[in-house]
DNA sequence: AATTGCCGGATTGTCGGACAATTATTGTCG
DNA sequence: CGACAATAATTGTCCGACAATCCGGCAATT
């Protein structure tokens, strides 16, 4: 077998979702935003119905929102929303994080949080934000269970339009990373009770701190 | 306000997707089934597109399983799957049960027990099931957010594609909600280390029948 | 002034047909 | 029997069409 490039085998279908998806995570479009099926289509080059299937996809993600004979609309999310995806991460992360005391391997939470110091230090706002994001989708995965993280990517998705519609990073880059780094130490140590409740402070900053910016905006 | 009948506002392609989710649950396609859109379209007498966007649905809910240019087949279980779920639903419904035994409101999951243990007396197997899994849902419901439970949903409908394939319902329905009304007490007393070991039990041994008769199948 | 009724443009939902690309099946030949 | 070419079945994508629905404005009514 010689080494060939792999070549792109995904359907329309799927680049327009893809491209879709990129334009909500940078904040092109902005909740409550409608996306019109004719006006995709044109812009794209493809046809209403490769749209159509693409808005789905999103919808399925629950990055849109779609009400009948309206047409889908980017999604934006309240204030409770906010709290309940929160709240839920609290329990996927709390439920990794005791598999990460217990003794399963820590060496994935390690590499997520060495690129997140990395992408922190570099201020690339969106980049930083997925890498934080990875950090935390890392914890669940300490489950070993696809279907948890599965679980957690949605919600974390729905969070990364939030955040991308208010585009600042927070300049406490290295706070955070040191947040985390302390969380992954106590964890090390295997000290259950003190991991769960560092976990919880800093998910609850971070619930207040994307709270008050959706407020603001 | 007077009270109205309420219009069916129901989009053709919901109604494919919900004649085709019945037919799932209830087992008249087995898992591994392919479902060919010309040959749906012709069934239910509407446009193939219209199929296309039932099927997605499905698909996104994991009921059905798509590969490029090979169409949509019912969604089979590995073992490894169904041991992901029952992990995945011990820790969520865990979650719900600590939140029990901490004081939350325990009447919906009183009304779920007794709901099951209605429809068990009753010898459907479709309805049972469903009322079984109504109760578990019904214990994430007492995290009080509507994201876990949508999570939860998406786990045991999954589940229902494998029971249904096998289509008899375990005789001891007896036993199973007696062992329900024992978790529910043991949550009423506010035991919650008793309670979990109740419900790790519980699902384990709800696991072992599940794989065993998949694996029969 | 507020409500109602109606009109017209914009948009979605659904339909039917078409065709290339891909996959599956069949038949043939060595 | 296996490789291989011809054939059929199926999906992915496109196009055009039309009814149903939504929305804003405007006139008529109370």
Same mark, same amino acid.
């Given at each position: 077998?010689?080494? $060939?490039?792999?070549?792109?085998?995904?359907?329309?279908?799927?680049? $327009?979702?893809?491209?879709?998806?990129?334009?909500?995570?940078?904040?092109?479009?902005? !909740?409550?935003? !409608?996306?019109?099926?004719?006006?995709?289509?044109?812009?794209?080059?493809?046809?209403?119905?490769?749209?159509?299937?693409?808005?789905?996809?999103?919808?399925? +993600?629950?990055?849109?929102?779609?009400? !009948?004979?309206?047409?889908?609309?980017?999604?934006?999310?309240?204030?409770?929303?906010?709290?309940?995806?929160?709240?839920?991460?609290?329990?996927?992360?709390?439920?990794?994080?005791?598999?990460?005391?217990?003794?399963?391997?820590?060496? !994935?939470?390690?590499?997520?949080?060495?690129?997140?110091? +990395?992408?922190?230090?570099?201020?690339?706002?969106? $980049?930083?934000?997925?890498?934080?994001?990875?950090?935390?989708?890392?914890?669940?995965?300490?489950?070993?269970?696809?279907?948890? $993280?599965?679980?957690?990517?949605?919600?974390?998705?729905?969070?990364?339009?939030?955040?991308?519609?208010? +585009?600042?990073?927070?300049?406490?880059?290295?706070?955070?990373?040191?947040?985390?780094?302390?969380?992954?130490?106590?964890?090390?140590?295997?000290?259950?009770?003190?991991?769960?409740?560092?976990?919880?402070?800093?998910?609850?900053?971070?619930?207040?701190?994307?709270?008050?910016?959706?407020?603001?905006?």
């Amino acid at each position: 077998m010689v080494d $060939v490039p792999d070549i792109d085998r995904s359907s329309t279908t799927d680049r $327009v979702a893809g491209a879709l998806r990129e334009m909500l995570f940078s904040g092109d479009l902005a !909740p409550g935003e !409608p996306l019109r099926e004719v006006s995709l289509a044109d812009s794209f080059h493809v046809a209403r119905s490769t749209v159509r299937e693409a808005l789905q996809v999103l919808t399925a +993600e629950g990055l849109l929102t779609r009400e !009948p004979n309206k047409g889908a609309t980017v999604t934006a999310l309240s204030e409770h929303d906010i709290a309940e995806i929160f709240e839920a991460r609290l329990v996927l992360e709390s439920a990794g994080v005791r598999a990460g005391t217990a003794g399963a391997d820590l060496s !994935p939470v390690t590499a997520a949080l060495s690129a997140y110091a +990395e992408a922190a230090a570099a201020e690339d706002a969106v $980049v930083a934000t997925h890498a934080h994001l990875e950090f935390h989708t890392s914890l669940v995965a300490l489950l070993g269970n696809s279907r948890l $993280v599965a679980s957690a990517d949605a919600l974390t998705a729905d969070l990364r339009l939030a955040l991308a519609s208010v +585009e600042r990073q927070r300049r406490n880059a290295r706070q955070q990373v040191s947040a985390h780094r302390r969380l992954l130490t106590l964890m090390r140590a295997g000290d259950e009770h003190a991991a769960l409740e560092e976990l919880q402070a800093h998910l609850g900053a971070a619930r207040l701190s994307v709270t008050e910016r959706v407020r603001g905006a």
